[in-house]
């Protein structure tokens, strides 16, 4: 293990002339931890990458990639560093395998291991096919397949699941928890937000260049201070229970069901009152990672 962070940014901005596309950003990702970068478009995500990955240069501040600046870290350090940018692009006239084995030569890896890798994101088939002929999802799963070559220390994945079906997706997350598992850390940005909430064990959440909120969703849900809703199913008549929850807010009321709304910290105290009334089902429902990104991060919104 090393001592340094996977990813270090200290105080990093990066200006375009007039235009300040990461303002002041400060966060670490140890080994092992997969990292949600989320933000609307425009708020700096891809900045942020290139930074990471060294190919600009930051107007103040530092980063750090296990201890060494990304710009001027030797090149076998830079192969270790995993990269599958939004829009794949690659030459059409090559086979999917020659692709990849052209990749593993650039990162002194031995391509023996291209044809397993091919395996593991499901392209076997397509192996000795051109790239032309491949859908938007075989041209991502090609993508991964380079970004997870030689094991890489560090993963960087901008829009990864785009063009996969729910299958295919459920499988790259596998690969992910895989490579986790072995240490990898792992930056995913995307805004598909339902497929990260339980597969990221961090969020920082980008808003116009700044990093509106960073933390594990439990610990943004406390902050934000979003309630919680609780929807409990009565064999009886629901406005029986609701005369019986004394300052609790009864948010919305049906001829089934009753539903409520109270802070985090209270969640149990009203579970408790709620199990010692006629109930046939209760249902608790935690602020979700759309919601927690909502108060943080959506452009034009509240926050802090």
Do not use: W
């Amino acid at each position: 293990m090393s001592a340094a962070p996977a990813l270090e940014l200290q105080s990093v901005s990066k200006r375009y002339g007039a235009h300040c596309a990461v303002d002041d950003v400060s966060l670490s990702l140890p080994e092992g931890v997969c990292l949600a970068l989320l933000g609307h478009n425009g708020a700096g995500k891809t900045t942020l990458m290139k930074l990471m990955l060294g190919l600009t240069r930051p107007s103040a501040g530092t980063v750090g990639i296990f201890g060494l600046d990304p710009l001027r870290a030797p090149l076998a350090f830079r192969r270790s560093i995993g990269f599958l940018p939004e829009n794949v692009a690659f030459h059409d006239e090559m086979t999917g395998l020659e692709m990849l084995r052209f990749y593993a030569r650039l990162k002194g890896e031995a391509t023996r291991a291209c044809d397993a890798l091919m395996e593991r994101v499901g392209l076997t088939h397509a192996g000795n096919r051109r790239i032309k002929t491949y859908s938007k999802g075989m041209r991502q799963r090609l993508g991964l397949a380079q970004a997870v070559l030689g094991n890489p220390r560090l993963l960087l994945l901008d829009e990864p699941t785009t063009g996969l079906d729910p299958v295919l997706r459920q499988e790259f997350f596998e690969i992910i928890q895989e490579m986790k598992g072995r240490g990898t850390a792992i930056v995913l940005s995307s805004h598909i937000l339902t497929e990260l909430e339980a597969r990221t064990d961090r969020v920082a959440i980008m808003k116009e260049g700044r990093l509106a909120a960073c933390g594990g969703l439990d610990e943004l849900r406390r902050k934000a201070a979003l309630p919680v809703r609780i929807r409990v199913a009565t064999p009886g008549v629901p406005g029986d229970i609701t005369q019986r929850l004394d300052g609790i807010d009864v948010t919305r009321i049906n001829h089934q069901s009753v539903e409520l709304e109270c802070a985090l910290p209270d969640k149990i105290a009203v579970l408790r009152t709620v199990l010692g009334l006629d109930v046939s089902d209760i249902d608790v429902q935690l602020p979700s990672l759309e919601d927690v990104y909502r108060h943080f991060g959506h452009a034009g919104e509240g926050g802090s």
